[in-house]
């Protein structure tokens, strides 16, 4: 809470309510979300495409 009695959004105190949200950290946070899902899709292809081959050697 800041002391900002001119803001609209202020209390019947003069205190505003700001949220604790750094928007820094949580961009960080989404690009290292976003990276690790795209690793692990790109590791599961690799994984299922061993495999599809791995059965296809045995057909043959």
Do not use: W
């Amino acid at each position: 809470m800041v002391y900002d009695p001119s803001h609209p959004d202020a209390d019947e105190n003069g205190y505003v309510m700001y949220p604790n949200v750094n928007i820094i950290t949580e961009m960080t946070n989404l690009i290292d979300a976003s990276r690790s899902y795209e690793a692990n899709a790109t590791a599961f292809a690799a994984t299922k495409a061993m495999t599809q081959q791995g059965l296809q050697m045995g057909q043959g």
